[in-house]
């Protein structure tokens, strides 16, 4: 089949590879001049099932109300004359329940570890390089109370039959001798073994390239305008290029998703919700952390990749923009360099603020479209590095008519 696939973010590409291993003819189109170049740029770079939990909790509504006077709550609610704003914010608020948070969580763990599998088994397959590190990811605490909530609220992913090991602050530091500086500052850790990091952007780039030798046709610079219907069918995409037709079309424009298929009355519940990245050069090898993490009570995440330090922080319900100043990341960077200073350059950080298209569940939405020939994969949120390589396995299986290997609870489309 001749299949288009819309976007060639880290979701886009990965559906490509997996559309291609079962035969189809692929072509993908993005506006930018290059895979993987908006959302799926600079993200923390963590593969971590062990960190499935839903967003949308008993204590984000707090989070945001406060936020609306002080800036340094974890997520940030700035209100905007935006009826699209207000409701997938709505949306979100339903899913905020004691229940809704176990059950998202519970559907999540699972498909995040299906995703982390298939990753292997892509990484084996094609051999791409993309600063990838094995061997587990740190999530610590500060406070003896929280930490004591977080070992309880990993039952959930025990459940789900993950590996979660809770160490004290010791153990936490002889797992991570680059947290030694900060050992004061923590008060215990869990750490999931199985879970892993790497550069999203340099293996969507190295993917790209595997699709392309495939025989993968890649149309850059090209903005998709409108979807062409054609009794009860999309027969062509319309760029600003000309048009292109296709047997089938897979929609994977991260937080643009909702835009293009409005018309066609397709409701997606996808909102940007911003966060923000600084990677520093290394200059210490010796004080670097040894394993990505995140420092729970500040949500700062970090994770090393290679010759660069990755740290990311926030999520801002502000809108479109991803625009930045430097004040965006003054105290993300001053947190950082208490837990890793002389590990990297910090007066020279690289700056990026990217946006997660975000469900109100956080589970993105794999199925068929009310046009049965236009599919749907998007909507990963906070994870989708994690959850990319998994959806494109799903959604290849859906377009052969094949049963997918795990259940698809949680990303249907409801129109
Ligand atoms: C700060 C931050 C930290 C994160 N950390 C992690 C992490 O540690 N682990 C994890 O698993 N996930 C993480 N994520 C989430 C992850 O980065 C995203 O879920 C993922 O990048 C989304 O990929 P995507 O392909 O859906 O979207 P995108 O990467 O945005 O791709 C969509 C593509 O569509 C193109 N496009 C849109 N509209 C049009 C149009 N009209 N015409 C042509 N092209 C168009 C865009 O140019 C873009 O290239 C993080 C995200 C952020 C912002």
């Known amino acids: 089949m001749k299949i288009a696939v819309l976007g060639a973010g880290i979701v886009g590409v990965t559906a490509a590879w997996q ?13 930018l001049p ?40 974890a997520i940030r609610f700035r209100p905007r ?8 914010v709505a949306q979100f608020l339903g899913q905020c329940t004691d229940e809704r948070a176990r059950l998202n969580t519970a559907v999540k763990a699972p498909f995040c570890r299906y995703s982390q599998k298939v990753l292997n088994e892509v990484v084996d397959e094609t051999g791409v390089n993309y600063a990838g590190q094995k061997g587990g990811l740190l999530y610590f605490y500060r406070t003896p109370e929280v930490f004591e909530a977080a070992d309880k609220k990993c039952q959930i992913l025990r459940d789900a039959g993950m590996s979660i090991e809770v160490l004290d602050a010791d153990q936490t530091v002889a797992k991570d001798l680059g947290l030694a500086a900060a050992a004061g500052q923590i008060a215990g850790a869990v750490y999931t073994p199985d879970d892993e990091s790497g550069d999203a952007n340099f293996f969507t780039i190295a993917l790209a390239k595997k699709c392309a030798e495939a025989g993968a046709n890649f149309r850059y610079g090209e903005e998709i305008l409108d979807l062409r219907e054609r009794d009860g069918l999309i027969s062509a995409i319309i760029t600003d290029k000309g ?9 994977s424009l991260g937080v643009y998703s909702p835009h293009l298929v409005e018309r066609l009355g ?17 200059t210490d090898a ?38 930045h100043r ?25 700056m990026w603020a990217g946006l997660r298209p975000m469900t109100p569940t956080g589970m993105p939405i794999i199925d068929r479209s009310p046009y049965p020939n236009l599919w749907l994969n998007t909507g990963h949120g906070h994870m989708g590095w994690t959850m990319s390589n998994g959806s494109a396995r799903i959604l290849a299986d859906l377009i052969a008519q094949r049963q997918p290997a795990i259940s698809r609870a949680g990303m249907e489309y409801h129109g």
């Open 286 to 323: 010796a004080k670097m952390p040894r394993l990505g993490g995140v420092d729970e009570e500040n949500l700062l995440a970090y994770c090393p990749m290679d010759e660069r330090l990755r740290l990311t922080a926030t999520a801002e319900i502000s809108g479109y923009s991803n625009g």
């Open 19 to 31: 559309l291609l291993k079962d035969g189809h003819e692929v072509t993908v189109i993005d506006r």
């Open 266 to 282: 397709i409701r997606l519940p996808i909102y940007p919700v911003k966060g923000y990245s600084a990677t520093l050069p290394v």
């Open 326 to 350: 430097p004040g965006d990341f003054r105290v993300m960077l001053k947190r950082a360099r208490a837990l890793f200073d002389g590990a990297a350059d910090f007066e020279n950080p690289t």
């Open 81 to 88: 004359l935006s009826l699209r704003q207000w409701v997938w």
């Open 34 to 73: 290059g895979p993987a170049e908006f959302t799926s740029f600079a993200n923390a770079g963590l593969v971590a099932p062990g960190h499935a939990f839903a967003w949308a909790s008993p204590a984000a509504p707090r989070m945001m109300l406060r936020s609306l006077i002080s800036g340094d709550q």
């Open 243 to 251: 048009d292109l037709v296709a047997d089938a079309f897979v929609l």
